[in-house]
């Protein structure tokens, strides 16, 4: 919803009734993730996407029923072969697609769930998109942190489990739908709860004020990082040099990331980029990294350097007491063999390790691999 929300807050705020349909669960290989929405104005446009084109104009035509019935619909989409060709799902996946009905009067909490997420606070919206009790259907419930949650789903047995999952999920800043007995019963079975887990981007912290920097933050913001470009030479960490990055920090390397750490800043969604390949800024600044608690370790820690660079490397980290399980961690030399030449086909290659970290990929070329695409969650 995060993509589109610029268009439904413009319409929400004009006092219109908008369709919108969400992917609550993907199975297979589904093109877009758990979350992705698309936008059925009231002028009959279309904004956003729920499949990249596979099940955009059934998902539409089902968007302006609803708006005319008023009653959210959950519908499946791939579920065989033949279904997924009538609509236009070739790839082989199955989409789970909630459709509501969205205004001032069915959602009146969405301008501050808007604010929320503008501002970058982090916010959970939580709604039922399957009760045996159809009243039940499309009730939502806000969580934020350390506050009470505003709306209810039906129950206080209900709204105290979601609300506890929910601040789970926004912890690790992810998208799910959980699934309860219909009083909100751990072990039970009947009611599904979509969660939209609204967190503040994910950083990504670019060391070293090099011209691969630049490249990498770019890519970086591409991907929905917020980026941080940190070095402690000032006459090359400026902001004219990296028109890419959020922010630009003049600082020694391990010193700001134990400043971001000590502020609660660094979380398994960050991403460490090292490109400085100089042991007086590298070794300290790694002893912090890899170090840490597997809770707010970086997801993904990498290192750029020559082979020889990487060996003499990893001999100060032992040096300095690192083990065998903490060097597993670091990725150097950094990033895919793609035969990268330039700083704009190396940043693709630390951004394809990355994702491919992120998710589980091989790194291989999909024409040499069998199976599912994607992998699941």
Not at 61 to 66: G, K
Not at 192 to 219: Q, S
Not at 344 to 359: F, Y
Not at 366 to 373: C, D, E, F, S, V
């Amino acid at each position: 919803m995060r993509d589109v929300l610029p268009e439904l807050m413009q319409w929400w705020e004009a006092g219109e009734t908008i369709g919108v349909g969400t992917v609550v669960a993907t199975f297979r290989s589904a093109p877009r993730p758990a979350g992705a929405s698309m936008l059925v104005g009231p002028d009959e446009s279309a904004v956003g996407s729920v499949s990249g084109g596979c099940v955009e104009g059934a998902v539409y035509d089902l968007a302006q029923s609803v708006v005319v019935s008023g009653e959210p619909v959950l519908e499946r989409y791939g579920v065989s072969d033949d279904d997924a060709f009538a609509v236009g799902l070739t790839c082989g996946g199955i989409l789970d697609v909630f459709v509501e009905r969205v205004s001032r009067e069915t959602f009146p909490q969405l301008g501050e769930v808007a604010a929320d997420v503008e501002a970058g606070w982090p916010v959970a919206l939580a709604t039922v998109i399957e009760h045996p009790d159809p009243s039940r259907v499309g009730r939502r419930l806000v969580v934020r942190p350390h506050s009470a949650a505003d709306g209810t789903l039906g129950s206080p047995r209900a709204d105290a489990a979601v609300h506890d999952d929910a601040l789970g999920l926004l912890a690790a800043g992810t998208n799910a739908t959980l699934t309860y007995g219909p009083d909100g019963e751990r072990r039970g079975e009947g009611m599904r709860v979509f969660v939209w887990g609204f967190a503040p981007k994910p950083r990504m912290l670019v060391f070293g004020a090099i011209d691969f920097a630049a490249a990498v933050a770019k890519v970086g913001s591409f991907l929905g990082y917020h980026v941080t470009v940190c070095d402690a030479r000032p006459v090359f960490a400026t902001t004219s040099r990296f028109p890419g990055a959020d922010e630009v920090v003049v600082d020694w390397p391990h010193r700001y990331l134990q400043a971001e750490l000590d502020a609660g800043r660094i979380d398994r969604r960050t991403v460490l980029a090292v490109l400085t390949h100089d042991p007086k800024f590298d070794v300290p600044l790694l002893e912090v990294a890899l170090r840490l608690d597997e809770d707010v370790r970086p997801g993904y820690i990498g290192a750029m350097g020559s082979r020889r660079t990487h060996d003499e490397r990893l001999a100060r980290l032992v040096e300095a007491g690192l083990g065998e399980g903490e060097l597993s961690l670091l990725s150097s030399p950094i990033g895919l063999d793609l035969g990268a030449r330039t700083p704009e086909e190396t940043a693709v290659s630390i951004a394809a390790e990355i994702v491919a970290r992120q998710w589980g990929g091989s790194g291989e070329r999909l024409a040499a691999t069998q199976g599912r695409i994607h992998h699941d969650d």
